[in-house]
């Protein structure tokens, strides 16, 4: 008769299937040591920040191209409204360059003449803007007075 073989190893210590634990079950199996939890997601924070932190910055550098186109094309409204209202003695030609003034009782005049291409006359006049007629018949703001706002609501 063959004798029945028993394990000497308490049977809660040990088990069946041995691939499902959490740990090596012996001497071969590989090292699992436990992560730092608070290292791992101090780790991925600062990723995440850093990433965040650069996304929100291309955004805000697209928001002041945005920014700065809109206030040219105001700009070009603005003054395209100023020289439409203005004393105009010729027809202007598109990509050429004209001059803008104010004169003295507030009303503007175009010119073809340049501020230092004037005589002693200059003084009936105020510049305000050398500009050029683009092809949608805006008027680009190529030179300004700076104490002049062009902004009409």
């Known amino acids: 008769m063959v004798e029945e073989f028993i394990n000497p190893i308490d049977p809660d210590k040990i088990t069946e299937t041995p691939s499902t634990l959490e740990y090596g079950h012996h001497l071969g199996s590989a090292v ?3 992560e730092d939890q608070g290292k791992l997601k101090g780790r991925a924070l600062s990723a995440m920040d850093h990433q965040t ?3 929100l910055d291309q955004i805000y ?4 191209l945005l920014a700065n186109q809109a206030k040219k094309l105001n700009d070009r409204k603005g003054i395209s409204e100023i020289i439409y209202m203005a004393e105009i ?3 202007p030609l598109i990509n050429h360059i004209y001059h803008l003034y104010e004169n003295m009782d507030s009303s503007f005049l175009l010119s073809m003449i ?3 291409q004037w005589g002693r006359s200059k003084k009936s006049f105020n510049f305000i803007a ?3 007629l683009l092809a949608d018949h805006t008027w680009d703001v190529l030179e300004k007075n ?4 062009f ?3």
Request: overall charge negative; cysteine-free.
């Open 32 to 34: 699992v040591k436990p």
């Open 53 to 55: 932190d650069m996304q």
């Open 61 to 64: 550098q697209q928001m002041q």
């Open 89 to 91: 003695r010729f027809e």
């Open 114 to 116: 340049a501020p230092n």
């Open 130 to 132: 050398t500009v050029r």
């Open 146 to 149: 700076e104490g002049f706002e």
């Open 151 to 153: 902004d009409v609501k």
